[in-house]
């Protein structure tokens, strides 16, 4: 019987696939599976979420033939979280990622990033164009975007209006943790599909929110990204795919055709049935596009969608 995108999720995973290394002057905890001698990719969660949040790629990307590396990224979970919002820039963000390739001795490398992950993806693929070999950013748009795309269209602001809150010291933190975590629990199930999520599923959530350092390191990422400023002009040479669940609760298309229109070598997947957590909604659909993709000689301009 083949197996299915679930069938190779975390029951398949050695118990030595978790490890850390040393990059960009902290140490980052990362999971990994698949040949050594493989291609590398990178996978770069988001808000609220850690290396787990990949459980329905990361087999199916090793049983293709990649040697998949999962980060929990600064501030979350088991890697290290230094205070400060300097310590959350976007540049330091992506020299952590960069600095993992080095660790893993790779001078180039597909990337994959969803939501804030995704942000991460794009800024690499745009700073570091000589390491990145294909990007792939699920719900997720190019950095540079979102504020001249606003101005335009103030209905995003509407959706946004949280990362407004997070700017506030200490009330997100405290908003976020109340009862539970039942804001954020509530939070994660808005972005996605009714049963996406199980409750033993949110109680390894809610076990890596509690980790001391993490939830003010989570919000600081979106602190230090008001203050960051963002070159409008800058091209994304890299080959890239953008996979778009189209029930975003959080985010307007028009922020993905914005992010595509910065792109070279742009495509774009459009998911009708997938919402914010499509890569978890839709894995197999999700999973046949990321193979493809990056496996792929060329990649020409093109869109798709799938019902």
């Not at 939501?115 to 792939?136: K, N, S």
């Amino acid at each position: 019987m083949t197996a299915t995108t679930r069938d190779l999720a975390i029951p398949e995973w050695p118990e030595n696939a978790s490890t850390t290394h040393q990059t960009n002057g902290i140490t980052l905890h990362d999971v990994e599976l698949g040949a050594t001698d493989a291609p590398l990719v990178i996978l770069l969660h988001g808000f609220a979420d850690f290396w787990w949040g990949w459980r329905r790629q990361v087999g199916h990307l090793a049983a293709a033939g990649f040697r998949v590396v999962t980060p929990d990224q600064r501030g979350y979970n088991l890697s290290e979280k230094p205070v400060g919002l300097r310590a959350y820039d976007l540049d330091v963000l992506a020299a952590d990622i960069v600095g993992l390739a080095d660790a893993y001795g790779r001078k180039k490398f597909h990337l994959i990033g969803h939501d804030f992950g995704g942000l991460i993806a794009w800024w690499i693929a745009t700073r570091y164009p000589d390491r990145v070999e294909r990007m792939v950013a699920i719900n997720a748009f190019h950095p540079s975007v979102l504020m001249p795309y606003i101005w335009r269209h103030p209905t995003q602001l509407l959706r946004s209006i949280y990362m407004g809150i997070f700017q506030i010291p200490w009330f997100p933190e405290s908003l976020l943790s109340f009862k539970n975590f039942a804001v954020l629990r509530g939070l994660v199930h808005l972005g996605c599909r009714p049963g996406t999520f199980s409750d033993a599923d949110l109680k390894r959530y809610m076990k890596t929110w509690s980790v001391p350092g993490a939830m003010t390191g989570m919000i600081n990422w979106y602190r230090a990204l008001v203050r960051k400023p963002k070159d409008r002009n800058a091209r994304v040479r890299v080959p890239t795919l953008l996979i778009w669940g189209l029930r975003e609760p959080y985010l307007e298309k028009g922020l993905a055709e914005a992010s595509l229109a910065r792109c070279d070598e742009g495509e774009a997947l459009w998911v009708e049935a997938g919402s914010h957590w499509v890569h978890l909604e839709e894995s197999d659909t999700v999973n046949a596009a990321l193979v493809s993709f990056l496996k792929r000689a060329s990649s020409p301009s093109s869109s798709a969608r799938v019902g």
